[in-house]
């Protein structure tokens, strides 16, 4: 049982670039999230979806475009990277509220 | 918005101490979090509860939810228990979790 897989755990972007951070879980969790987490910040949500094929925003959603086609899986893609898109990045799922992170993504933007 | 408030912000003790962490929110919530994440490591949960007191091993969470009050408590601590604590409430919407800043926790041997 894998929980939630992250993919890739590092990347570095420049400036402008795009990619897509992979979001997986084998649980058949319908709620996922995406969030943030910057130093001397809590962690903030980004997009979240309650089941395939409905996503909504959060509280950080500019630059970042999601989709969710299956339960499995939940991508992020940073459609034109900044360098304030510097962070750690986690992928949730929850079931009856108890969350299960992956474990995370480190992206630098330079 | 939720607000959520934890103390102290850093902590560092000596081994088989008891130590202390509190949570505070600004409104009403259907559930508390605790997450432990470990130097550049994952994010793990530790305790979801609504109510009362739960405890694991050595970890005791409890909530007051007429104080709008939560504490992380670690008894005999360990040098392997030096993690970043977090709490997080869930408003029981469909908007995710509001996450406290986190505690930075150092249990010397």
């Known amino acids: 049982n894998a929980g939630v897989t992250q993919t890739p755990k590092f990347q570095v972007l420049k400036t402008g670039q795009s990619m897509t951070l992979q979001c997986a879980q084998d649980m058949n969790h319908e709620y996922m999230s995406w969030y943030r987490q910057d130093p001397g910040m809590g962690l903030r949500l980004i997009h979240y979806s309650v089941g395939a094929g409905i996503t909504d925003q959060g509280e950080v959603p500019n630059g970042y475009n999601v989709s969710r086609s299956t339960t499995e899986d939940f991508p992020l893609r940073l459609l034109s990277a900044a360098p304030s898109q510097t962070s750690v990045y986690f992928c949730?799922?929850?079931?009856?509220?108890?969350?299960?992170f992956g474990q995370g993504t480190r992206l630098t933007v330079v | 918005k939720n607000e959520v408030e934890q103390s102290p912000q850093n902590l560092t003790a000596q081994e088989g101490e008891f130590i202390t962490i509190n949570c505070s929110y600004s409104?009403?919530?259907?559930?508390l979090h605790w997450l432990q994440q470990h130097p550049g490591g994952g994010i793990v949960s530790l305790f979801m509860l609504s109510s009362g007191k739960k405890k694991h091993g050595r970890l005791i969470a409890t909530i007051n939810i007429q104080e709008k009050h939560s504490s992380l408590h670690i008894t005999a601590s360990h040098p392997r228990d030096s993690a970043v604590y977090i709490c997080a409430a869930s408003g029981g919407g469909a908007d995710g979790l509001t996450f406290g800043k986190g505690t930075h926790l150092i249990i010397q041997p």
């Open positions: 949730a799922s929850s079931f009856w509220g108890e969350a299960f």
């Open positions: 409104v009403g919530i259907s559930a």
